[in-house]
């Protein structure tokens, strides 16, 4: 018997409501924000995918069944990925579904080693994704083994709630709005810009 979707959540994801997901393409590029005293903070719910020894931090807030983030994944993100020397950083952001909430909670409960791969398999298979109809379905998508569910569903039970945390502290720091966004040292971008919006090479 397949489990209904999602069994790994314990608390209701009505911040879908106060969200408003995607990117208001009105905006422009200019129209960017920057944290006060900014430092990097870890949270709980996150995956680094890159080191780096040059002090430059850049953090992607996305959600697994944003259709901005995917494009901004397959796009700009792997530029930064190859032309930025920076760590950088991949955040569950506040969920835009239950769907993404439990891909979130299983990505950041599986082997720190897998966490990359599984990113980039839910964002390139993201049709698959938003019409998986239980946890097994969206177990077989991330290639996870039966052995290792019930270390998932334990490990997703324990980290919900500080997960939900770092998420509304971060929300809050960053005045994020939506999904894509993008944190450079603390100057944060809504939306799916360019690689040259960002200043990367200036």
């Not at 996305?62 to 901004?72: I, K, L, P, R």
């Not at 996870?144 to 334990?154: A, G, L, Y």
């Not at 709005?177 to 810009?193: Q, R, Y």
Request: hydrophobic residues 35%.
């Amino acid at each position: 018997m397949k489990t209904k979707l999602p069994y790994l959540i314990a608390s209701a994801i009505l911040v879908a409501a106060i969200f408003s997901y995607g990117y208001d393409y009105s905006k422009t590029a200019s129209e960017i924000q920057s944290v006060d005293n900014y430092e990097y903070d870890p949270a709980v719910g996150e995956t680094i995918l890159r080191t780096s020894s040059s002090g430059d931090t850049v953090v992607f807030f996305g959600s697994y069944t944003c259709s901005h983030c995917a494009n901004f994944y397959s796009g700009t993100f792997q530029r930064i990925m190859k032309e930025v020397d920076a760590t950088i950083i991949y955040r569950h952001a506040w969920p835009t579904s239950k769907t993404a909430r439990s891909a979130s909670l299983l990505t950041v409960c599986s082997p720190i080693d897998r966490q990359p791969e599984i990113i980039d398999t839910l964002y390139r298979r993201q049709d698959e994704l938003v019409t998986a109809e239980s946890m097994d379905d969206l177990y077989a998508l991330a290639g996870i083994s039966p052995k290792q569910v019930e270390d998932i569903i334990e490990c997703a039970e324990a980290i919900d709630a500080d997960m939900s945390r770092d998420q509304g502290r971060d929300r809050d720091r960053f005045n994020i709005k939506g999904t894509p966004t993008l944190a450079v040292n603390g100057k944060v971008w809504t939306g799916n810009h360019p690689f040259e919006a960002y200043g990367f090479h200036e």
